[in-house]
């Protein structure tokens, strides 16, 4: 039975439309379990009804037709209780329901079960049999199991109308994500998609149709030729068997029909690489399905080869593309720093991905360069979006795709509002970062990015409260030497005195990978990364420290921070490396004072080890971003529990607050660089809870600033007390919301998303 849910959920996937997705599905189910009728009614939120969207076994003219409440007859049941129902005498059922139309009198068993994608029912999966038959343990895990693995092709396929229906003109769709840099824009679809993925090819309509043929015919000549010298230089070296697969891979590749097929697409208005895409996996998905195993295994390399031919046609593309559009929102299956850099500034309008969180390293970097970006949009067809116009709200976590006119004059509305605030806030940039009531909170900013706007930011901030060195490592194809590195951080330094730039030693691992030293673990949020990579490699760490100290001299503002700490035994190992370095520049002639050491508090066990961290160490400054992962056991790059991570949950906040209290007990300056302290609810409560400094992404600062300069820190204490006391975040961010309108702030937050 696995292999044959396999191939059903194979099969649905495939399929290029709902109407098409619904037929395989009840076709092959019931031919699966041997039963009579196979149905599926899908949730309708418009009318707040399970409607029949497809059968096979009942009228099919009930389609579209039949529908019901929830609770309202065993199908409604189903819908209602969100649990399986299994009955051998449906008509005896006190809820059982006769829907004329449907012509269901004469079936006596009945098995629903829900379809539900992240607590929400989408539907009802249903089988039936004439005589009274009760469904076994088996057949009911079977559907179970089947409408747990629909419920995501599904859930597209809802979010979207249809699976095709951006493609079409007059296709409005709007896909939801994972809100990571805040800002809006209306701009035009550019997807990325990763090299040779046959899944992720867009489609596009040819503006030369013998173009695109003459592409592909060279496209498979070069990989036929690539295939006949690999398998010359092998033919010493392998069997006579092996070396045939070789000649199975050149016949497929001459094999006429395969590239009749792919040319017959793009006749019908597809371009080559999409032709291709379409053909390879309409193969590839037969192939799988037949009973044969030397067929299936051919799947394989038919789906081989399409990469091949496919990476030389996007070769080709890369060749005769044109550029960037104006106001371009770049679109990927997973978007990398290194893409960031593909796109000219001026041009990048938008971020959105597929993979990754609010928290992930390009969200980090898209809030430093102001680029409104979602991340998490698992239900975005790539296929269909290449310039497409669209609307992405980075405040709300929305993509809108082809927007009518009305939805685009309302969203340019809020541009305009925003942008006019923008400059409303400017012009109280070089102001004091006080409270009305005379306490000062220093705004410090966070960077890693060149430095080109130090000349804007110096007279605004009190220093750099997080420089992440990785950035310089991420954007090389090798490990930066010493003088290379001495050479970036004395541009930092240099530029900010005699402001404190504090430099956090490299900070790898997680969802921040060197494409010259990958890290390929499970769990990599509890694996290899920060000061575990550079303890276990001091060589790295030490030319890294050498670096630091040598361009500090002379300028005296460096501070140094160690990621990602557990124990007292690792800052006791850094700081003695820390020592050594100095030890040896001494004797090399460079003076270097020792800089203030400290550490991000971002493991909940530093959170229990303060006092002893406080002997050794001079400052601490909280990550707010991985505490609150680490305390919420929530994968912050996982969309399926986005919902989860929130900086605001009740138990973030009262750890928040029992650190800033424990740390001025120790006389330690603390203060707080995650993404909490740029949000101006969260820089009010940390300012109330007593942090000693909050710093920042550039963009952030007027919200912030002028948060602080309307708001008494008598407000902020009392603030923090009342929302200690709420027990859900939901309550939490309320209240706050709450506050702030009374306060008359409520133009400094995000748009709420109701707006």
């Known amino acids: 039975m696995l292999d044959v849910l396999r191939r059903i959920v194979q099969e649905v996937n495939g399929a290029r439309s709902l109407e098409a997705a619904l037929a395989t599905m009840v076709r092959r189910i019931r031919k699966a379990m041997h039963t009579d009728v196979c149905s599926i009614y899908l949730f309708d939120a418009a009318q707040d009804r399970l409607v029949l969207m497809d059968t096979i076994g009942l009228n099919t ?8 409440r929830l609770g309202e007859g065993l199908v409604g049941l189903v819908g209602q209780r969100e ?6 005498d449906a008509p005896a059922h006190p809820y059982f329901r006769y829907f004329e139309e449907t012509g269901e009198e004469r ?5 629903g079960v829900p379809v539900i994608h992240q607590r929400r029912a989408l539907g009802v999966l249903v089988v039936q049999q004439q005589e009274k038959r009760r469904y076994d343990e088996g057949d009911e895990a079977f559907l179970v199991t089947m409408a747990a693995q629909l419920a995501g092709v599904l859930a597209h396929a809802l979010a979207t109308g249809t699976l095709t229906r951006p493609t079409r003109a007059d296709g409005m769709a709007t896909f939801k994500g994972i809100a990571a840099s805040p800002g809006m824009v209306i701009g035009k679809a550019v997807v990325i998609a990763p090299p040779a993925d046959l899944d992720n090819v867009p489609d596009l309509v040819p503006t030369d149709i013998e173009l695109e043929i003459r592409r592909l015919s060279e496209a ?11 398998g010359e230089r092998l033919a010493s070296r392998i069997s006579s068997q092996e070396l045939a697969l070789f000649d199975v891979y050149e016949q497929m590749l001459a094999d006429a029909a395969l590239g009749q097929e792919v040319e017959k697409r793009i006749r019908e208005g597809q371009w080559a690489p999409g032709a291709l895409a379409d053909v390879v ?5 037969y192939l799988e399905r037949v009973d044969d195993d030397y067929l299936r295994e051919r799947a394989a390399d038919i789906r081989d080869l399409g990469r091949r031919v496919l990476a030389h046609l996007q070769q080709e593309t890369d060749k005769g593309f044109d ?19 593909e796109v000219p500034r001026e041009r990048l309008a938008g971020l959105v991905s597929l993979k990754g969180s609010s928290t992930s390293h390009v969200a980090i970097l898209a809030r430093a360069m102001g680029i409104p970006t979602v991340l998490g949009m698992v239900d975005l067809p790539l296929t269909r979006l290449n310039g497409a116009p669209v609307i992405l709200d980075g405040h709300r976590g929305r993509l809108l795709v082809r927007p009518d006119d009305e ?16 400059e409303v806030l400017e012009h ?4 004091p970062s006080e409270t009305p009531d005379g306490f000062s909170v220093p705004l410090m900013v966070n960077t890693g990015l060149a430095v080109d706007a130090v000349a804007v930011l110096k007279p605004r901030i009190a220093g750099v409260g997080l420089y992440r060195t990785e950035v310089p490592f991420m954007i090389t194809e090798r490990f930066p030497g010493e003088h290379e590195q001495t050479k970036l951080y004395r541009e930092q330094l240099e530029g900010f005195a005699p402001l404190p730039v504090v430099m956090r030693t490299l900070d790898i691992g997680g969802d921040k990978d060197l494409p010259y030293f990958p890290i390929h673990e499970a769990n990599p949020f509890l694996g290899w990364r920060g000061i575990r990579v550079t303890l276990d490699h001091p060589e790295v760490l030490m030319v890294q420290l050498r670096a630091m100290l040598r361009a500090s001299a002379g300028l005296n503002n460096l501070r140094i921070m160690l990621p990602m700490v557990t124990n007292v035994d690792e800052v006791d190992a850094a700081l003695r490396l820390l020592d050594r370095a100095l030890t040896e520049l001494n004797e090399e002639g460079v003076r270097v004072e020792r800089p203030l050491v400290g550490v991000m508090i971002e493991v909940p066990a530093t959170l229990y080890q303060l006092e002893a961290l406080s002997q050794r160490l001079d400052f601490f400054s909280v990550g707010s971003n991985d505490l609150t992962q680490y305390l919420l056991a929530v994968d912050r790059n996982n969309p399926r529990v986005a919902s989860l991570y929130d900086a605001c949950h009740p138990a973030v906040l009262s750890a928040l607050t029992g650190l800033a209290k424990e740390s001025h007990r120790l006389g330690v300056p603390t203060s707080v660089c995650g993404e909490l302290a740029g949000d101006p609810c969260g820089a009010l409560l940390l300012t109330g809870m007593g942090f000693d400094a909050l710093s920042m992404n550039a963009p952030s600062l007027p919200r912030v600033r002028a948060a602080i300069r309307r708001v008494p820190m008598s407000s902020a204490r009392a603030l923090v007390e009342e929302t200690l006391r709420f027990t859900t975040p939901t309550a939490v961010r309320a209240h706050l919301q709450a506050r702030f309108a009374e306060w008359q702030l409520t133009h400094l937050l995000p748009p709420r998303d109701d707006a």
């Open 61 to 68: 003219q009930a389609v579209g037709h039949v529908s019901m």
């Open 83 to 88: 649990e399986p129902l299994n009955l051998e």
């Open 107 to 111: 079936f006596s068993s009945f098995l």
């Open 220 to 230: 498979i000549e070069r990989v036929r030729e690539e295939i006949r010298r690999a």
């Open 281 to 285: 996996r309409r193969h590839v998905q």
């Open 323 to 341: 550029g960037f559009p104006e106001r371009c929102v770049v679109i990927g299956d997973e978007l990398s720093v290194a893409m960031l850099g």
């Open 407 to 422: 939805l685009a004059r309302h969203y340019q509305k809020l541009i305009d509002e925003e942008l006019a605030l923008a």
């Open 428 to 431: 109280e940039q070089h102001l």
